[in-house]
Structure formats: structure tokens, C-alpha cells
């Protein structure tokens, strides 16, 4: 995990992420939910997503493990933010989507099958979840952080040993950070088998 770069980068992290363009990916996720969905947040960061979110018509719940974007995202949306590990979060039936930008790929590979398995239980029948991944192969550690990378096989792979979701659909992207265009990432719909 990368909580403690989180909690001591804070600040920064915010600045960076909280304006940043997601709405072409806001567009495709949206086209899978009715309005009035009640959707989780799952490691909201900045906040940013959450309050496009409840600003679209969704119920949005949010929860991150950073103290302090914890803390951040609250005072950012003017409403409580849940301080969740997601390799332990136990919602049951839930959600009709799950929104995960850049937040699971933190999780360790050998612990994606329990984020996995926990995101399953959290979503009602046929819910749908939305991950983003750095596209790559292997694990990484970056200035404080670790990273699971995926490509469409290998991903297809781990999602095929659990036997809990269907592949709506992949698709490839710029990272959307100005500094960052040379970094691609790895965006993946699936819904609930």
C-alpha cells in the first residue's frame, strides 16, 4: 500500500489531481448507471470524482485510507469521507457501481484478489465497477508508492481465476495531468457475474 506517501504528500497530491479532465472516462461510466445509482468512491483522493458524482444524480459514497485525504476530501465535498482499507471493507449489496481512478492499483497482486472478492460482495446484482490501472506489467515502487500494472491479457487472466466478473470493456488512455502525457494507463469496466 502507499498510504503514508499520501498522508505526507497530501497537500500536493490534491493540488495535482482535484482539476484534472476525467470526463470522457466520467462519460463511459456514466452510460452503464441511471441516475439516482448509489455508487462507492473507492479511494476518492482529492475528492474530485465524488463531487462530479453527486453533482451528476448519484448517491455517492466516499471512502479513502489516507488520514489526511481523508480529511482533505471531506472539507473538498462538505460531507463525511470513510477511512476504509479496501482489503477489508465489508459493504454487502450496495452498490450499483463502483468508481476505483488510480486507487487499486496500489493493492499488492497477491491481495487483488481480496479487493476483488470484497468489491464483488459490495455491489448489488449485475453492478458494475470502473478501475484504472498504469498500463505495464509487473510491480513497481515510485517515490514512496507501490504499483500493479496491468495490460489487457494479464488482467483478463487474474479476472478469469475468480470467476466474479464480466470485461465490459478496456480501453487505453493519455495520462490526463499536463507533465504526465508520455504515461498511459489501463481503464477497465466489469460487471458483476
Known sequence: MS??????????????????DMGETYEIFNSYLKKGATILDLGCGSGRDSRYFSNYGYEVISVDYSDEMVKMAGEFLNKE???????????????????????????????MAKVLKNSYCALKDSGIMYMSFKYGEGEIQSKGRHFSNYKEDTFTKLLDSLDLFKIEKFWKTEDVRPDRKNEFWLNVIVKKK
Open 3 to 20: 498510504v503514508g506517501f499520501y498522508n505526507e504528500n497530501a497537500v500536493g497530491f490534491f493540488d495535482n489531481t482535484v482539476g484534472a
Open 81 to 111: 469521507v470513510i477511512k476504509i482499507d479496501m482489503r477489508q471493507m465489508d459493504f454487502k449489496d450496495k452498490f450499483d457501481g463502483i468508481w476505483a481512478c488510480a486507487s487499486v492499483l496500489h493493492i499488492k497482486k497477491n491481495e
